[in-house]
């Protein structure tokens, strides 16, 4: 057997509804990063749940980018001076805003396992910006 009717074959293969809902969610990931419009996801959906082969998947998918190959969305990156700031001038602005810092490093990319909190040090806010936590309770 040659390799193109060795590819042949293994494109030929029976799609898994697993295979279907990985097409189907690096669909939804494109229309949210703006790649597809809504009329373009709902017509490829309908057919990645209607395709048979692995060849019909792929061929869906052709023209976006895998999910490894699409740049990591920007993160929340704590500015300390703009905290003190915030902490200065509206104390409950700038709890928040660091609380929001927190939660964005807590969560991780979606190829990469969540990292576990016991993993990473805790966050505290910089020593110049003390927080009179009582007063906020």
Do not use: K
Request: proline share 9%; with cysteine.
């Amino acid at each position: 057997m040659n390799d193109v009717t060795t590819q042949h074959a293994r494109l030929a293969v029976r799609a898994s509804d697993a295979e279907r809902e990985q097409t189907v969610a690096l669909l939804q990931r494109s229309f949210a990063d703006g790649r597809l419009a809504l009329a373009e996801l709902e017509e490829r959906v309908g057919a990645a749940y209607a395709a048979r082969t692995r060849a019909q998947l792929r061929d869906l998918a052709a023209d976006l980018p895998a999910a490894e190959q699409q740049p990591p969305r920007p993160g929340m990156i704590l500015d300390a001076r703009l905290l003190c700031i915030l902490l200065c001038v509206c104390p409950p602005a700038g709890v928040a805003y660091w609380l929001l810092s927190l939660r964005q490093t807590a969560i991780s990319p979606p190829n990469r396992p969540a990292a576990s909190l016991a993993d990473e040090p805790p966050a505290v806010a910089p020593a110049a910006c003390a927080v009179d936590t009582d007063a906020f309770t």
